[in-house]
């Protein structure tokens, strides 16, 4: 299968298309990376180097390849990409290319070959310096979202005071309670054509530009809000032909540390404080804290599904991919019961999944819904079906766990037992409170209405 050739260019830069290898496609700062000098400010401070401007061309630079090219049916694609960067002897050194190979393959499950070519200009950004002032000295940073494990977490691991917040999104977020100065990817991707859905490269641009974030503001812990269902999941089950997912699993979390200390020479840990709790656990411990009620969690937004699916009679959440089904057994879990009208899709308990969804107009949008919610629902399933089998059928796992949280394989595999047994119990009671005839029961046994 041919590579996929991918050459980076700066802004401006001149290139005749007899000196482009053939089948390559060109990617240019400003026309296809456009970075947004507005949310530069708040990363070109005191401390901002040339090899982190450098980092983020990087990730701009993987996060085109990722969604331009479609993947093959075996899944694997081959990348060989060429970037301009200003400080190249650090970015050819043999252990960062070595690491950064690494890292990129177990993420994404293809093959990357990335060159570095001297930059011509060397310095892009300019020289704005802005105070970075955050009072109290922070003492951890946090990819933090309107999810609710970012809002549980943040507030379990220390005060709004001591976290640095880093919301990374691609567009501009309301600052909240806690959010610090970094609220945004500095850049934006476009031109490519493909558009692949999967981009799991999203999980080295977050760890990278949380990173960066980090070592500017002088913290080396790097809290990963994700609780055990979310971070583990996706590894245990992968869907059929499709590579595991390991975007918040420790064996990810290893390899990007040995990346970000070989290129920024800069020991950050990213640590997984609810890696054995299910979310349910997590909400349940974040309103045992003194000030916190259910309005912190219901206020939180969960929903994958995009804005014509959703944009039923207001901006709602779907109710039923996925994440907002993880969503609702985990406030279920919780004790927390959320306002009418919160999900599009609102009655679990109905018969017939064709009436809970009669008030998406699309069809064609129903289907979609029917799709996420069967696949999400027997993935709930199964992770709790997991509670049930013996030690050798999850031993892979908790061996590769342990390994990389450097924790004893016994403790391990019994923590993740125990994970999947309580998952098992919540998604149970889930289930039964949505009575004996809830179109989700015929959907457990094989059946899939609309």
């Not at 064709?354 to 949008?365: E, F, N, R, T």
Request: glycine content about 8%; overall charge positive; some cysteine.
């Amino acid at each position: 299968m041919q590579d996929k050739r991918l050459i980076v260019i700066e802004k401006g830069q001149k290139r005749g298309r007899r000196a482009l290898p053939k089948g390559a496609v060109i990617a240019e700062v400003s026309r296809h990376i456009c970075f947004n000098p507005a949310v530069l400010d708040s990363f070109d401070v005191k401390g901002f180097e040339p090899l982190h401007y450098d980092m983020l061309v990087l990730c701009a630079a993987i996060e085109f390849a990722d969604r331009r090219w479609k993947r093959p049916l075996g899944w694997r694609r081959t990348f060989d990409v060429a970037i301009p960067v200003i400080d190249l002897k650090a970015w050819q050194k043999p252990e960062v290319l070595k690491a950064l190979h690494g890292v990129l393959n177990h993420l994404t499950g293809d093959a990357w070959r990335l060159t570095f070519v001297q930059a011509k200009n060397l310095s892009p950004i300019g020289t704005r310096q802005m105070p970075l002032d955050f009072g109290k000295a922070k003492t951890f940073a946090v990819a933090y979202s309107d999810g609710l494990d970012s809002r549980a977490v943040s507030a379990l691991s220390g005060s709004e005071a001591e976290a640095l917040c880093i919301r990374v999104a691609g567009n501009r977020q309301r600052r909240k309670n806690g959010d610090s100065y970094f609220t945004q990817i500095p850049f934006k991707v476009k031109g490519y054509r493909g558009n692949e859905s999967s981009f799991r490269s999203r999980g080295f641009q977050f760890a990278a530009v949380t990173a960066i974030a980090a070592q500017l503001s002088n913290v080396t812990r790097v809290i990963v809000p994700e609780s055990g269902q979310g971070a583990l999941g996706p590894v245990l089950l992968p869907l059929h032909n499709i590579y595991a997912d390991y975007r918040n699993h420790p064996t990810f979390f290893r390899k990007m540390e040995r990346f970000i200390n070989a290129v920024l020479g800069y020991r950050v840990r990213f640590e997984q404080p609810r890696l054995w709790s299910t979310k349910g656990q997590t909400l349940r411990a974040f309103l045992d804290m003194v000030g916190k009620s259910e309005q912190h969690l219901t206020s939180t937004h969960s929903c994958w599904q995009t804005r014509r699916v959703v944009n039923v009679g207001g901006r709602k959440q779907c109710g039923l991919c996925a994440a907002c089904l993880l969503r609702r057994l985990s406030l279920h879990a919780a004790g927390v019961n959320e306002a009418p009208g919160t999900y599009i899709v609102s009655d679990l308990a109905a018969s017939d999944a064709a009436d809970a969804l009669s008030v998406i107009p699309q069809k064609a949008d129903r289907d979609i819904m029917v799709e996420y919610g069967s696949v999400g629902a027997r993935h709930l399933q199964h992770l709790a079906d997991m509670s049930c089998l013996p030690d050798e059928n999850i031993r892979v796992h908790a061996s590769q766990i342990s390994a990389a949280i450097a924790e004893n394989y016994e403790d391990t595999l019994k923590k993740l037992r125990t994970m999947l047994v309580t998952h098992a119990e919540e998604w149970r009671a889930f289930l039964s409170a949505q009575g004996d005839q809830s179109f989700l029961k015929s959907w457990m046994d094989g059946g899939r209405d609309g």
